[in-house]
């Protein structure tokens, strides 16, 4: 089946609550006219029984009509659009007399009828609304009046409204759809605007944006909604684009180094110090290009992994002296000092495997940047509430104009001036992801030649 268009749908739920609407209001109308009619009848009736009561009197266990002559006389000269129908009947329901306009007609007299309660009975074949009076003599009943009324015209009326209702109900649902899809299709035609849009964007063309609505609604949310997720997009494209292309630059450099070295080798016979030398060469541009591949994929992995984070109490002393511990041979290669001020023990939870990933490129950074015989510092303290770990050494330091650029991906801070250090650019960039991850404030202090100071802030 078919489904209906966004705008059909529109114009059709409109119609069916509008419907639902008209058809409580058209039985509202049909209900009210019936009950006026009726009441209008009803009220004839009784206007016609508290006339003709006082127009007779019961003698003898007889019912006379004081002006008898004159009563028919008006009877018959009386043109009425609904005339009233009288008769008079003994107890037992026989006819004693009528008005002229029955005619050769008679009000049938229904024994089971309640007294003086209006029904619906029959004069013939004609519909009529009657009453039966009972007339006494002391206490005793000795006949009875009825009046009647023809109810042939309001009947009449009420089909005639029944059918001017049924036959105008689809005609008006059908005008009121037109009407609905009219302004069914105004209404969505920024939809159109954004459909037209959206088939345009490509991943090669990202630079398109919906037109918004002049009118601050909800479509005009919607393009804005989408018009940001196109931002995000868009960035988040262009960053993948970057990422490779560094990468890619990245890993061509060792490879293209290793092959250079081994190219080089094999062109003439070498003697084995060469040979060794050139093969320990080759062997830490692999473990440079390996290094480069796991933290690659480090970061694909911890990209948003807030769902598979193993939070636990973790004591930072402990902690902080088993990195140190880890990276002894390189720290008493370089003779640096390493100092730990701590108080007391402090623990705060979080995941122990990506905190000891934040801790130690920071430390394996502080190592690279500092020079032989200095100093790097660890302190934990508490303030406000948050416990704050600091990493600080009296390196090379960082200029100021690179400060915001060190948690970019493969970024290097004038890597030209020292050659003698190496790295991938990767190290601050992964710690900057895991403490986001991991909700670790972030801050790093940095001057020119006397050093940089990394702060990490775990709220309670």
Known sequence: ??????????????????????????????????????????????????????????????????????????????VDISPAFIQFVDELGALVDKSPNLKQKHLTYYPEAINNVLFDGKLEKTSVRQIQVPLYQDTKIIGFMIIAISVEDSVMVLNNLFFILIIAYPLILLVLFLIARFIAGRSIKPISSIINTANIITKDNLKSR??????KDELHLLSMTINNLLDRV?????????????????????????????????????????????????????????LLVDELLLLARFENQKQSLKMESISLNALFLDIISRNSSVINEKKINCE??????????????????VVNNILTNAIKYTKTKGLISFSISEENNKTICTISDNGIGIAPDDLHKIFDQFYRSKSNQHPEIKGTGLGLSIVKRLCVLLQIDLDIESKENEGTKVILGFKE
């Not at 016979?269 to 080759?282: A, G, H, S, W």
């Not at 730990?340 to 990933?357: A, E, M, R």
Request: proline share 2%; with cysteine.
């Open 234 to 290: 868009e960035n988040a494209i262009e960053r993948e684009k970057q990422f490779t292309s560094d990468a890619s630059h990245e890993l061509r450099t060792p490879l293209a180094v290793i092959k250079g070295t081994l190219e080089v080798l094999i062109r003439k016979p070498r003697n084995q110090e060469e040979y060794k030398d050139k093969i320990d060469f080759c062997i830490k541009e692999v473990n440079r290009l390996n």
């Open 210 to 215: 919906i037109s918004l609505p002049q009118n």
């Open 340 to 357: 730990v001020l701590f108080s007391k023990d402090f623990y705060v939870q979080t995941d122990v495997y990506l905190f000891s990933i």
């Open 1 to 78: 089946m078919q489904q209906l268009s966004f705008k059909n749908r529109i114009a059709s739920n409109y119609m069916i609550s509008t419907a639902l609407l008209i058809f409580v209001v058209f039985c509202i109308i049909y209900a009210i006219v019936r009950f006026s009619i009726n009441i209008k009848v009803n009220n004839d009736i009784k206007i016609e029984v508290e006339k003709h009561l006082k127009e007779i009197e019961v003698k003898e266990n007889c019912v006379l009509l004081i002006r008898e002559k004159q009563w028919k006389k008006i009877q018959f000269s009386k």
